[in-house]
């Protein structure tokens, strides 16, 4: 391929990337990368690494093949078939990598031509995240939490690009398709970049921009722009620009749906705007409720009592909950209570150690079908620990197993991330004496590297021990796995670095130092 790329012959490299597709027996892999995550257990601890799942793939990493991706990309932009590289790349589970293109491209002689192969590489790459929004989104979240401002906006500069640059080649909406406009911008991608420059440092002039992109797109904005809108205001504790922004829509007409009251009505109960919170629930029950979708309803309702609690107001919100129980009973249409709903008042019930409440609560959920979750328990055994209870972990773990729910190494892992959040003694002490119990066998289910990255990475998530403290039970925790020949991972590197670094650690730098593998 590499000798007819030298001598500007397209054809046989196009023969041979098709005879090596066949031998290969790939087919159309579009929906394969849906799900590209990485996702780390216990959901209330999870984090997602994009850029894992981006190397997870054996076949995506083979230097070859990508030269042969790249060859044959070389070839049609000698071409100027921008279409056929894209549907080649959209079809296969080969992935540029910096590496492999830059070394393909040290090997390209004409200047020009090797500008012109490197803008394509990038304009393929964001077009095919552009049509597979999932992993952009998964990506962009990463980025936001670990300050990733200038790749974000690198990202978004490369689909300016593909919209108003020359040749462009991705549509505002789907509308818009035609001619060299091969992949249309979605209200989810939209949404994405607007909530991630919102939600970063310095990004508020960068989502302006793209909020002005949207109307030079010559399309409307959706409502989920502005949903994201909200959301972004409220998440930063801006309420009054969020209620802002509500009344904002409502002069242009445009028509919210239940999100968006999920988000307005939780900024107004966030902002201390009660009566505002009550007339925007009542606007939605007039207005929207009977057309929405009973799931997205259930939403406004859970986002509605869990504001309501927030602020003291047991008696309207127990007042929802018993009509959404009377609509299960009865049958009627409008949300049903789900499992949400019943642990925002546990929670409520188990922050004031009231165990009568709960008791209630629970009994109420058996009324209606649904048992306790592991987010249940763990808020029983909470109470129970600040009420004293010496054996609060036995009595939750048996009374979860005779209600038919037999705790597994994911539940006990929920179980210690919830407690290490309580941020009290009387909690690490029952996560440590889960742990001891896990190791000595009497929990059947060995402690796992997850189990042990729960434990440090939430104890060091906000740290709230004296420094000496927690250092000491790092070092335990760490000399355990040691005797247990557990491996460290990455996420473990990462916490005991940060320990290391702290004022309290002796010879800091050195040890940080020495713990990169």
Known sequence: MSFYISRNEPKPV????????????????????????????????????????????????????????????????????FAAAYEAYRQTIIR??????????????????REKLLLWVRRLDIARKVHQATPLTIQLQQLVANGGINTIQGQYNRIRDGLFGANPFLAGDASQLGGTRLVAMTDRVWTAFLTSFLQSRNGHMSADEVWGDVSRCGIKHPVSLWTGLIDSYRESRHMDNALNVWRMMETKGVRPDALTYRAVISAALEGRQIDEAIRLFRQFQ???????????????????????????????????LERMEENKKEKRVGPVPDIVSYNTFLAYFGRRVDLKALSIIINRMSTVGLSADVFSYSILLSAL????????????????????????????????????????????????????????????????????????????????????????????????MKKRRVPLNIPLYHVLIRVALTDEYPNGVTTAMSAIP
């Open 286 to 320: 007039s207005d929207l409720e009977a057309t929405s979708e009973p799931e997205k309803s259930l939403v406004v309702y859970n986002t509605y009592i869990h504001g309501l609690l927030a602020v003291d107001r047991l008696d309207e919100a127990l007042s929802i």
């Open 96 to 113: 540029f990598h910096d590496y492999t293109v830059k070394d393909y491209l040290s090997h390209i002689a004409d200047d020009a031509f």
């Open 385 to 480: 620990l600040k009420i004293g209870k010496a054996d609060a972990t036995t009595i939750v773990f048996n009374l979860m197993r005779k209600q038919g729910l037999e705790p597994n190494i994911v539940v006990y892992g929920t179980i210690i991330v919830e407690l290490l959040r309580e941020h009290n003694e009387q909690h690490l002490r029952a996560v440590l004496k889960i742990l001891e119990e896990m190791e000595s066998g009497k929990i059947p289910f060995p402690p796992t590297v997850k189990i042990y990255q729960a434990v440090l990475v939430e104890l060091w998530r906000d740290p709230w021990l004296p420094p000496k403290t927690g250092i000491a039970i790092t070092r335990d925790v760490v000399e355990r």
């Open 14 to 81: 196009i023969s041979l990337y098709t005879k090596f597709r066949e031998m290969l027996g790939e087919t159309d892999d579009l929906q394969a990368d849906d799900n590209d995550e990485d996702v780390i257990d216990f959901g209330v601890f999870s984090f997602t690494s994009y850029s894992a799942a981006r190397t997870s793939s054996a076949s995506s990493l083979v230097p070859g093949r990508v030269s042969i991706l790249l060859s044959f990309v070389a070839a049609q932009a000698m071409r100027d078939d």
